[in-house]
């Protein structure tokens, strides 16, 4: 049953917008069960390389902020831990937060996420058919959800979390109990905002 199910909202602040070669600066995460954020996770990350200036404009973190953090390496075995193997896989614009992670991996001689992944921008497009848009700060303005420090990454997470939990209670009213009742193979692909990082 979907209220069964572990969620974990990740979001990722960056270098840049490709995974392939800009960097993971920081990640946050926000473990969700039975309607509930139960747990989260936060670190800044140093990226070995310095953050771009038009970059560092939007999520205001400097290269000064990263210089004493740990590096993707050094948390990884912690940030795999708090995924749980069986949660599902959640972010608004999912494959920008899941390539990066699996490039930072990869990089590092790991395996890519085994996790399934649900995109909440796919998901506010099937439960919220009207809205003319599905940005974070939209939705987050809709439903009355805070964002203390927009794209930084815990505070997007979190309020992420808050829109999930929300369109998963839409979902269960509508007698939509189950996961496979989330026909994601129905919702249009998710169009990239302008600033994803």
């Not at 771009?52 to 210089?67: C, E, G, L």
């Not at 699996?102 to 992944?117: A, D, F, M």
């Given at each position: 049953?979907?209220?069964?199910t ?11 917008t ?42 205001n ?11 993707f ?32 991996l ?20 099937k ?11 939209f ?38 109990i ?10 249009p692909?998710?169009?990239p905002?302008?600033?994803?990082f």
């Amino acid at each position: 049953m979907i209220r069964d199910t572990t969620f974990i909202v990740v979001d990722t602040e960056t270098t840049g917008t490709v995974g392939a070669t800009d960097k993971i600066i920081e990640i946050g995460a926000s473990k969700v069960r039975n309607g509930e954020i139960i747990d989260t996770f936060h670190t800044l990350l140093n990226p070995g390389v310095l953050i771009p200036h038009n970059v560092m404009q939007i999520h205001n973190i400097t290269d000064s902020m990263v210089a004493m953090s740990p590096s993707f390496a050094d948390i990884v075995d912690e940030f795999m831990d708090f995924m749980d193997r069986d949660a599902i896989f959640t972010a608004h614009n999912v494959d920008f937060d899941k390539d990066f992670i699996n490039h930072e991996l990869k990089r590092i001689g790991k395996c890519p996420l085994p996790h399934q992944s649900l995109c909440t921008i796919k998901l506010a497009r099937k439960v919220f058919p009207y809205f003319k848009r599905y940005g974070l700060g939209f939705l987050c303005d809709s439903f009355g959800v805070e964002i203390p420090n927009a794209h930084r990454a815990l505070d997007d997470s979190l309020a992420t979390a808050k829109i999930l939990i929300k369109m998963l209670e839409e979902l269960e009213a509508e007698g939509m109990i189950h996961l496979k009742d989330i026909n994601l193979r129905s919702i249009p692909k998710a169009v990239p905002t302008l600033s994803m990082f």
